[in-house]
């Protein structure tokens, strides 16, 4: 157990959570975390869905990498993320329809996702499937974290509720605070991302000369 | 004709890939550093998005959901994500072959495109305006309006990402904040084109 949870292993997990994050620093998989994020809820399904993804496709890929010839390691690494999404697309379909309606094809897009192309090259061709397992689950909840973060920022103020529920209460409304409606436009998601962005790199300001 | 004409407008412009849908996102954001490059991209996925489509869209309609009795629609990923990877691997060698300069120019963008969630979600779009009713502007009922769609919505992505490098290459004169510069600041931009571009959403033809 302890050689499973050794400090490199773990420094595989929390690294894309924080200085080495898909979205701000790896700028991987943009498109998908400014389309889903008008509201929280697609938002959370999108990011576990996205994380349960790269999690599977990393191990199956590690597991067998070995025997991919190198020259259509693409197409078979395509093939693999193709079948994962359409089993996560089912089970979507059956469980949450409300919600992969809203999806519409950023489900289907999760196959040309940047961070799964990303992990699989430059990660799980290279490394055992637990190793791949933790970096997959790092990415996929680093991915998610700011989607959820970008979601609720836009629904809070886009149309003053959280997954629905109102949270603005209405007594804000009469003394004449208005919604936001540039919130749940696809440009504000740009330019939140931005000055999110911004704001953890200056976090990171020190991490990163290093 | 009518139909074409207002379905290819509207995919340059109302339903611009990078503006409404944020599809191609990333190499939009890793390529658009200078304007030439950014145009060789732009032209390559066009000429991508003008093969898939058409071929996706048979594959769609006479193979998919076109034999009687079978719904084969839930194989639609795999497909799609097949035909671009193929296609893309196809242009690649014969572009080497018969054009290198081309293929020098072009070189590292190709093998790119294919993970670019542009061409997918390009046909994943046209696998659902299938269904649309007839009269909608975006619908798409025949080999030509899925070719006149493929066309535009390349159209529009090139316009995109060559306005884009246009302002990035101004934006290296300007001093921006450190912890803005680079990405940060690239972001902002896009956003504020996409706002500008938000203006056309009205239009009808």
């Known amino acids: 157990m302890s050689k499973l949870l050794s400090k490199e292993n773990k420094g595989v997990f929390l690294a894309p959570l924080n200085i080495d994050n898909p979205i701000a620093v790896q700028v991987l998989g943009i498109c998908s975390a400014l389309a889903v994020t008008a509201q929280l809820e697609p938002a959370i399904v999108m990011g576990f869905s996205v994380t349960v993804i790269v999690a599977m496709a990393n191990v199956i890929i590690s597991l067998i990498r070995k025997t991919i010839p190198n020259r259509i390691r693409i197409i078979i690494q395509l093939v693999v993320v193709a079948a994962l999404v359409t089993i996560v697309s089912m089970v979507l379909k059956a469980f949450a329809y409300d919600v992969s309606v809203q999806l519409s094809v950023y489900v289907g897009l999760i196959i040309t996702n940047c961070i799964l192309m990303g992990r699989l090259e430059a990660f799980a061709m290279s490394n055992g499937p637990w190793p791949s397992l933790l970096d997959g689950i790092g990415n996929g909840l680093g991915y998610a974290y700011i989607l959820v973060i970008v979601g609720a920022v836009r629904e809070l103020f886009g149309s003053g509720t959280l997954l629905g529920i109102r949270i603005i209460p209405n007594v804000a409304y009469e003394c004449g605070y208005e919604n936001n409606g540039m919130m749940t436009m696809p440009a504000m998601a740009l330019i939140l991302l931005g000055c999110f962005i911004a704001t953890l790199r200056y976090l990171n300001r020190d991490k990163e000369r290093k | ?205």
């Open chain 2, 1 to 205: 004709m009518e139909h074409a004409l207002s379905l290819f407008v509207r995919s340059i412009f109302v339903d611009n890939m990078i503006f409404a849908s944020f599809l191609g996102m990333c190499s939009y954001l890793a390529v658009s550093k200078n304007v030439k490059t950014s145009f060789g991209l732009g032209i390559a996925v066009i000429f991508v998005l003008l093969v898939t489509v058409p071929i996706n869209y048979l594959l769609q309609t006479k193979v998919l959901t076109g034999i009687e009795g079978v719904d084969l629609s839930y194989l639609s990923f795999i497909l799609f994500i097949a035909v671009i990877a193929g296609i893309v691997q196809l242009v690649e060698m014969i572009v080497e072959r018969f054009s290198p300069s081309l293929y020098a120019a072009l070189g590292i963008f190709l093998p790119l495109i294919a993970v670019n969630c542009a061409i997918m979600g390009a046909s994943l779009f046209m696998q659902q305006r299938i269904e649309m009713s007839p009269e909608s502007s975006q619908f798409i009922g025949s080999i030509g309006d899925a070719i006149v769609y493929a066309l535009g919505s390349g159209f529009g992505w090139l316009l995109a990402i060559v306005g884009l490098a246009a302002i990035r290459e101004k934006m290296t004169y300007t001093n921006v904040p450190k912890p803005f510069q680079g990405l940060g600041i690239t972001f902002i931009v896009v956003g504020l084109m996409a706002m500008a571009f938000m203006c056309f959403s009205g239009l009808k033809i």
